[in-house]
């Protein structure tokens, strides 16, 4: 359970930061200074930010996602390990040495994934982490009630399925394979990444079936 601070007051999910803004201070103050310093190159840095905005996203989960779904091969393998399956897709170039750990949804297990002590994430696969996810809140509160911050994204999981919170670390970077919707049988691989979003892969919501299709 994480030690940080903790309030109580309600958040939104994707509204108002509950980062404090004295973070957001520092961290230009200390960039500045390396920056004045020499000890990092800005537009370097500006290459990076670009990169994990635009370029790097939660579509290539999305892609790994797709690939276990039509692939009972691939699925496995991403199973057993995570690090080498998404490398294989040529995704997600995993440059910190962290380890990926891909964890199932089923009918009988619900995953969700958070960081209680910061807000490690798998950067290379879902690219920048939403506010929430970093948000003290949502860091003490899915650890203590993950059913009820779950029925704040929409998602309610019933008390036959077991719900499973997973801490990442520096070390350690989880990956939700959701489960697949049904009427989704005739869907290709590239609709089917279509569906899926990055908060599926989190954990805290389902993969929806497409709108519109009828499902029997
Ligand atoms: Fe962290």
């Known amino acids: 359970m994480s030690g940080s601070e903790h309030h109580d007051h309600d958040h939104d999910h994707d509204g108002h930061s509950d980062v404090p803004s004295d973070v957001a201070l520092r961290a ?19 290459r990076i930010v670009e990169a994990y905005e635009h370029r790097v996203g939660p579509h290539l989960g999305a892609k790994v996602v797709a690939r276990a779904w039509v692939e009972d091969a691939y699925r496995e393998s991403l ?19 962290s380890r990926l750990v891909v ?5 009988e297990v619900h995953n969700v994934v958070v960081c209680t002590l910061c807000s490690c994430y798998p950067l290379a ?5 939403p506010v929430w996810y970093k ?3 949502y860091r003490s509160r899915v650890v203590m009630d993950p059913r009820g911050v779950l029925a ?15 801490d990442s670390n520096s070390e350690v970077r989880y990956l939700v394979l959701p489960e697949r919707p049904l009427g989704t049988e005739h869907l290709g691989e590239q609709e089917l990444a279509a569906l899926v979003g990055r908060n599926a892969m989190i ?6 079936a497409p709108v519109g299709d009828v499902t029997d």
């Open 28 to 46: 230009k103050a200390l960039f500045s200074l390396l920056a004045d310093k020499g000890l990092v190159d800005p537009d370097g840095v500006d």
């Open 79 to 97: 199973l057993v390990d995570g690090t080498a399956a998404v490398q294989a897709l040529g995704v997600g170039g995993w440059r910190d040495g």
């Open 103 to 107: 964890v199932e949804n089923s009918a």
């Open 125 to 129: 696969l879902l690219g920048v982490p």
């Open 135 to 137: 948000s003290a809140p």
């Open 152 to 166: 704040e994204f929409g998602t309610h999981v019933g008390p036959e399925v077991e719900v499973r919170v997973w």
């Open 203 to 208: 954990g805290v919501e389902r993969v929806a």
